[in-house]
């Protein structure tokens, strides 16, 4: 054999390993990025409460991604508007973190850190005006069904002044999809 066939030999040979590698690592890469979206989920929670002169609406859509069936970390936001006729009102806006643990399938625990801004704005001129950050930092346990998860839940930050929420204890109703 000519030592120029044999040269070129080893180079097609080696051309196609690499080819073959290539190809390889790019369709690793595309089944990466289609398991993520796979274990994303998303969720949230809406609220509405009125009643004689008071409205509060909330809007706190949320993600988290499944590590594995036990531990899941996510992403929130956070939108709340309030008002009582002829004293006062407040827009919330802020976001969270959520980790999710369940050592058994029907049990969950959560911690979750949230940031919010408050902006409340009297109509009397007793208090005045405020706008601050409140940060909150709950741990939770609930009964889990599938997507579902029902429990309560602790605010160890909690400020009576500051916090927009009226008790450090909450409970909490949880749908991912």
Wanted: charged letters at 15%.
């Amino acid at each position: 054999m000519n030592i120029c066939k044999r040269f070129n030999l080893k180079y097609q040979f080696l051309l196609a390993l690499f080819m073959g590698f290539t190809l390889q690592s790019f369709s690793q890469v595309d089944n990466q990025k289609s398991d993520f979206w796979n274990n994303v989920r998303f969720g949230g929670g809406i609220g509405l409460s009125f009643s004689d002169g008071f409205f509060s609406g909330t809007l706190a859509p949320s993600a988290i991604y499944d590590f594995n069936d036990q531990f899941s970390l996510g992403l929130g936001l956070n939108g709340t508007y309030n008002s009582l006729k002829n004293s006062y009102n407040s827009t919330i806006f802020g976001g969270s973190i959520i980790s999710l643990f369940n050592p058994l399938p029907e049990i969950q625990l959560s911690g979750e850190f949230e940031q919010l801004n408050v902006n409340r704005s009297f109509d009397n001129n007793i208090y005045e005006d405020e706008n601050y950050w409140y940060p909150a930092l709950f741990l939770g346990a609930g009964y889990r069904m599938n997507n579902i998860a029902i429990g309560i839940r602790y605010d160890v930050l909690y400020d009576r002044d500051k916090s927009i929420y009226a008790d450090p204890w909450a409970p909490f109703f949880r749908v991912y999809f």
